[in-house]
């Protein structure tokens, strides 16, 4: 899979690039013990630090940057990002826009009036062939302060153009500043072919495999990890 991302060619010195989502894990999960003392256990216990699903979905696929710092007082927003004239007169130059409340109200994620955020995209995302583009909120990072709304694009055929990303703010209380790099779209390519779901009772071979494999889950820590995850690719 090659991902192809395009920029207004005065910008291309000047924004950060998207990464890869394994390059940006938050220093609290870096600082986290990987065992802690457990009460309830009378032992220590694994922390999601040692959990490979937890960590392979933070790392998976690639990570939108927020191209300048941007300050926030009193729930308002202000930046200082000059930037050259642009090759294209019509290209954003501003790092945010924003949508009014009417345009999701009666949705849970509503802010009682509040407008939403776009962050909003300098970079073209090029697919390859049948493959769309899923943005979500960078997987379990609850500590920003913001969160992004799932979508998908065709992004193998809507490619001459940045993509949006629409995003509420949750914490009304903030002063300070989100700083460039921050991350603020988590996205993969998926397949557009629907799946075929298939529901059937399991087969002896089945319950004998759920049997054997319960056993050893319960019996030693880390058979997933040893027997069954993948090693993800750099």
């Known amino acids: ?28 999960l870096k600082r986290m013990a990987p065992r802690v ?20 979905a933070m790392t998976h696929g690639f990570m939108i940057l927020l191209p300048c710092d941007l300050r926030v007082h009193d729930e308002q927003f202000s930046w200082d990002w000059p930037l050259p004239p642009l090759t294209l007169p019509d290209h954003p130059r501003a790092p945010l826009s924003f949508h009014v409340p009417q345009q999701f109200a009666g949705a849970p994620f509503a802010r009682e009036g509040r407008a939403a955020l776009k962050f909003n995209g300098f970079w073209t995302i090029e697919l390859e062939p049948g493959w769309s583009l899923m943005a979500v909120h960078p997987m379990n990072r609850d ?23 629409p995003a509420v703010w ?23 072919e629907a799946p ?25 820590p880390g058979v997933y990890r040893r027997n069954f995850r993948s090693k993800r690719l750099p």
């Open 37 to 56: 003392p457990s009460p309830l256990h009378q032992r220590a216990i694994r922390t999601v630090k040692q959990c490979p699903p937890f960590i392979d």
């Open 1 to 28: 899979m090659q991902i192809t991302f395009r920029c207004d060619p005065a910008l291309i010195d000047l924004l950060p690039r998207p990464v890869p989502a394994k390059a940006m894990m938050p220093d609290w």
């Open 170 to 192: 949750i914490e009304p209380g903030f002063d300070g500043v989100l700083p460039r790099g921050t991350p603020i779209a988590q996205c993969f390519p998926v397949p557009r």
């Open 143 to 165: 500590d920003l302060p913001f969160r992004l709304l799932s979508g998908i694009v065709d992004a193998d055929r809507f490619v001459d153009i940045g993509i949006n990303f």
């Open 196 to 220: 075929a779901l298939v529901c059937e009772p399991m087969s002896e071979a089945h319950l004998r495999r759920y049997d054997e494999l319960g056993r050893k889950v319960l019996a030693e």
